[in-house]
């Protein structure tokens, strides 16, 4: 078996593509945080002591709205990254083909 193993080469790669999406979602978050935050504006709600069931103020909508932004743009940019990877990595595969 030999040691040239491309899986083992990629380590690196795959560890860049992680730390690449998780600031693009925390780059997406914080700006979906920042625009959700302006628009509800959930410091100026009155407060309540007794929340209902299934009720929801302005800081968690905020909460959600961003949670659910991050995780989008990390899937999103994982998905992107690794689709560009596998075409590399096919195109590594293919013999080249020499002029003689």
Same mark, same amino acid.
């Given at each position: 078996?030999? $040691?040239?193993? *491309?899986?083992? /080469?990629?380590? &690196? ?9 998780? *600031?693009?979602?925390?780059?997406? =978050?914080?700006? $979906?945080?920042?625009?959700?935050? &302006? %628009?509800? /504006?959930?410091? *100026? !709600? ?11 103020? #302005?800081? #968690?909508?905020?909460?959600? =709205? $961003?949670?659910?932004?991050? &995780?989008?743009? %990390? #899937?999103? =940019? %994982? ?11 096919? !195109?590594? *595969?293919? =013999? ?5």
């Amino acid at each position: 078996m030999s $040691t040239d193993n *491309l899986d083992v /080469k990629d380590s &690196a790669g795959r560890m860049n593509r992680i730390i690449i999406a998780v *600031l693009c979602g925390a780059a997406v =978050a914080g700006i $979906t945080w920042f625009v959700s935050n &302006a %628009l509800v /504006k959930p410091e *100026l !709600e009155p407060h309540t002591t007794q929340v209902v069931s299934q009720q929801i103020n #302005g800081y #968690g909508f905020v909460v959600w =709205a $961003t949670g659910i932004a991050f &995780a989008v743009a %990390l #899937g999103v =940019a %994982l998905v992107i990254q690794n689709a560009i990877a596998k075409k590399k990595w096919r !195109e590594g *595969l293919v =013999a080249k083909a020499r002029v003689v």
